[in-house]
């Protein structure tokens, strides 16, 4: 009994403590910061959740309740965790007490997290499961950190692989060489194997194991080393110059070198190229031509004028010069009405900004005149150090030359837009590429016509091989130019005559352009030239003397008939005064007649004595007329002379026997009269 009643008086006082343990446990799980929660095995369904799953997952405690694993998981994790639990179900009882797992999970909102599942199988009384007691924390933060880790492991790890620098790790404490690059492998020439497990000092390339052990107690005691220039010996005997860092640094507990080798034989090449290229500018920047000057911020003035800047300017020294700006040597506005120390100043902003610029720029000389120049601005930078070199031509001459191109182009224009004669640009292969209104007008196209058209298509069939071969001739330098009388057709089918005078343009190294045609209509000159040809075969044939003369009494032509008469040939007349068929006594007689010819009189039949080279005498009949120019102009005198030597010694004859019949007549009259008187006498 009295056991009995003890017993029942400890059964509160062990179920109040059994309370008390539960309620501390409650408050123990509910205050976790990670998610507990109890699982039904049969039903899938969460028997118990901690309130920690509204800081995870979002969900308040009932709202969780209702769910399943498969609504908080990643397709992918839930299917990864159903596999693990049927693997372990299957293999029950001889499983893990614990299984952790990493999953992907998904909050109420959507997002995704990951978290780390610890789980448990709970039993029941039989030793079989029931349920799943687990235990989720977020671990994204961890994950995130891990995958940082990861990448820049990763990163370290790349970049050591390929790094265009030697690398390799030696223990801190023994200098025994843990890992090498494959950029030192190549550099030198050993193998990994040659390197790993070794001390420094027994690698081949640091032969010098005195200098390799005291420099590694140097590193040991300052944690770092440089070496600028090291000799470094390769495998097969080569020297290189290289750059030696070596860094200190600890992982985790131990302490790694790090040891950067960078070879530096081709950088000493290259400073030895720039000392040269260094020297071979100030040759330059002192001989050059061109001004050259250093301007400098943050004021931008000159520091520096080369010599040829000095005579530029027409500054006595270089301390004078830098003593300037750029708009001290400008005028006070440029052509654009842009003020010199304004637009200056943007020039100078724009070359820092896009690095170089070239313009043309109105500058002064010191106390002098304007002058056109070129300027090239160029930025140049020195490690930290920007600076602008500015390069100055001046292009007087140039302005010049252009000037007169200028002005010979417009004057080409004005002669090729206002040339009666026909100018054309032909290509080399014959087509038209520029035509004046003197052409257009003479074959009756428009420009727009010709120019679709090319020489041949216009030539009269029977001229054009001759043309195309001169044309070929001249392409290849046989002939320099071509001239020629041919015959075009023109729009409406007509023939026409040009006097056709073609030359070929080259350019600077005498590669043809094109042809230069000029073309003058000549069918009016070639018609009366066709006349003349008659009147000269009529004239030549004429038994008269016909010659001509200018206005001074010069003999310019001189007929056959004239030659038979005077008795003088034409190289011997021609060019001569036609007083030299005068007799003394007539000399006065060609000034007569050639003031009445300037009157524009015509003198017929004018009976005269001449004289020929024989020195005698003939009497000649003259008509002499007016010759004229196109402009209707008086320019000289024709002369047709008519031998009447014989006509008048016949009228003498005549008048002679005429006297004797008179006198015969006179002397029967008197005759008569006497006997008539004798007979009145009688």
């Known amino acids: 009994m009295k056991a009995a009643q003890t017993s029942t008086q400890k059964a509160p006082e062990e179920l109040e403590k059994l309370r008390v343990n539960e309620e501390r446990f409650k408050v123990l799980v509910e205050n976790l910061t990670d998610l507990i929660y109890i699982l039904d095995f049969k039903t899938g369904h969460y028997l118990y959740i901690s309130p920690y799953v509204k800081q995870i997952f979002g969900y308040t405690v009932e709202e969780a309740l209702k769910l399943s694993p498969q609504d908080v998981m990643t397709s992918e994790s839930y299917k990864r965790q159903f596999d693990k639990l049927k693997l372990d179900l299957q293999k029950f009882p001889n499983v893990e007490k614990e299984a952790t797992m990493e999953l992907e999970l998904i909050r109420k909102d959507g997002s995704n997290f990951w978290g780390e599942i610890n789980a448990r199988f709970l039993t029941s009384n039989k030793g079989q499961p029931t349920s799943i007691l687990g235990v989720i924390r977020d671990i994204t933060e961890h994950k995130i950190i891990e995958a940082k880790m990861e990448a820049s492991e990763e990163r370290y790890r790349r970049?050591?692989?390929?790094?265009?620098?030697?690398?390799?790790?030696?223990?801190?404490?023994?200098?025994?060489?843990?890992?090498?690059?494959?950029?030192?492998?190549?550099?030198?020439?050993?193998?990994?194997?040659?390197?790993?497990?070794?001390?420094?000092?027994?690698?081949?390339?640091?032969?010098?194991?005195?200098?390799?052990?005291?420099?590694?107690?140097?590193?040991?005691?300052?944690?770092?080393?440089?070496?600028?220039?090291?000799?470094?010996?390769?495998?097969?005997?080569?020297?290189?110059?290289?750059?030696?860092?070596?860094?200190?640094?600890?992982?985790?507990?131990?302490?790694?070198?790090?040891?950067?080798?960078?070879?530096?034989?081709?950088?000493?090449?290259?400073?030895?190229?720039?000392?040269?290229?260094?020297?071979?500018?100030?040759?330059?920047?002192?001989?050059?031509?061109?001004?050259?000057?250093?301007?400098?911020?943050?004021?931008?003035?000159?520091?520096?004028?080369?010599?040829?800047?000095?005579?530029?300017?027409?500054?006595?020294?270089?301390?004078?010069?830098?003593?300037?700006?750029?708009?001290?040597?400008?005028?006070?506005?440029?052509?654009?009405?842009?003020?010199?120390?304004?637009?200056?100043?943007?020039?100078?902003?724009?070359?820092?900004?896009?690095?170089?610029?070239?313009?043309?720029?109105?500058?002064?000389?010191?106390?002098?005149?304007?002058?056109?120049?070129?300027?090239?601005?160029?930025?140049?930078?020195?490690?930290?150090?920007?600076?602008?070199?500015?390069?100055?031509?001046?292009?007087?001459?140039?302005?010049?030359?252009?000037?007169?191109?200028?002005?010979?182009?417009?004057?080409?224009?004005?002669?090729?837009?206002?040339?009666?004669?026909?100018?054309?640009?032909?290509?080399?292969?014959?087509?038209?590429?520029?035509?004046?209104?003197?052409?257009?007008?003479?074959?009756?196209?428009?420009?727009?016509?010709?120019?679709?058209?090319?020489?041949?298509?216009?030539?009269?069939?029977?001229?054009?091989?001759?043309?195309?071969?001169?044309?070929?001739?001249?392409?290849?330098?046989?002939?320099?130019?071509y001239q020629v009388e041919k015959r075009y057709i023109n729009k409406k089918g007509e023939v026409l005559w040009v006097s056709l005078h073609v030359n070929l343009a080259r350019d600077e190294r005498n590669q043809p352009l094109y042809f230069v045609s000029e073309i003058e209509d000549i069918s009016e000159r070639k018609k009366i030239d066709s006349r003349n040809q008659i009147l000269t075969a009529i004239v030549e044939s004429s038994q008269d003397a016909i010659f001509s003369k200018d206005l001074t009494g010069i003999i310019l032509f001189w007929n056959k008939g004239a030659e038979n008469l005077y008795q003088y040939n034409q190289k011997e007349i021609v060019g001569k005064k036609v007083d030299i068929l005068l007799p003394e006594d007539r000399k006065d007689e060609v000034a007569k007649i050639l003031d009445k010819i300037k009157k524009g009189e015509r003198i017929e039949h004018f009976d005269t004595v001449r004289i020929k080279k024989d020195g005698n005498k003939l009497s000649v009949s003259l008509t002499v007329s007016p010759i004229l120019n196109k402009q209707g102009e008086i320019i000289g005198a024709s002369s047709i002379a008519r031998d009447i030597t014989n006509q008048i010694e016949r009228t003498k004859e005549l008048e002679k026997m005429n006297r004797l019949m008179v006198g015969r007549e006179l002397k029967m009259i008197e005759l008569k009269n006497k006997i008539v008187e004798l007979e009145k006498n009688k």
């Open 159 to 481: 970049l050591f692989e390929t790094a265009q620098d030697g690398v390799f790790l030696i223990d801190f404490k023994t200098g025994m060489i843990l890992d090498v690059n494959p950029f030192l492998i190549k550099m030198l020439g050993y193998s990994k194997k040659d390197f790993l497990k070794k001390y420094l000092w027994q690698v081949g390339v640091f032969k010098d194991i005195a200098a390799s052990k005291e420099n590694f107690r140097t590193l040991q005691t300052k944690r770092y080393v440089r070496f600028e220039d090291l000799p470094l010996q390769t495998k097969d005997g080569k020297r290189k110059n290289v750059e030696f860092v070596a860094n200190a640094y600890s992982v985790g507990d131990s302490t790694i070198i790090q040891c950067n080798v960078r070879d530096i034989t081709d950088r000493r090449i290259i400073e030895n190229k720039i000392k040269e290229s260094e020297e071979k500018f100030w040759i330059l920047y002192k001989a050059s031509a061109d001004a050259i000057m250093i301007l400098e911020p943050p004021n931008w003035g000159f520091t520096a004028g080369n010599p040829a800047t000095l005579k530029m300017f027409g500054v006595k020294s270089e301390k004078e010069f830098i003593s300037l700006g750029p708009w001290d040597i400008s005028p006070e506005k440029q052509p654009d009405g842009q003020l010199s120390a304004e637009k200056s100043k943007q020039m100078i902003m724009k070359a820092v900004r896009e690095g170089s610029i070239f313009f043309e720029w109105t500058h002064r000389r010191y106390k002098g005149e304007n002058f056109p120049a070129t300027v090239l601005l160029s930025r140049i930078e020195e490690g930290t150090k920007r600076y602008l070199q500015a390069t100055v031509r001046d292009i007087t001459k140039e302005k010049q030359a252009v000037e007169k191109l200028t002005e010979s182009e417009r004057k080409f224009k004005i002669i090729f837009d206002n040339s009666s004669l026909g100018i054309a640009l032909v290509s080399t292969q014959g087509r038209w590429v520029k035509v004046n209104t003197a052409i257009c007008e003479m074959l009756g196209y428009s420009e727009k016509e010709l120019l679709v058209k090319d020489f041949q298509d216009i030539t009269y069939p029977d001229e054009v091989a001759r043309d195309v071969g001169a044309m070929k001739k001249m392409l290849i330098g046989e002939m320099k130019n």
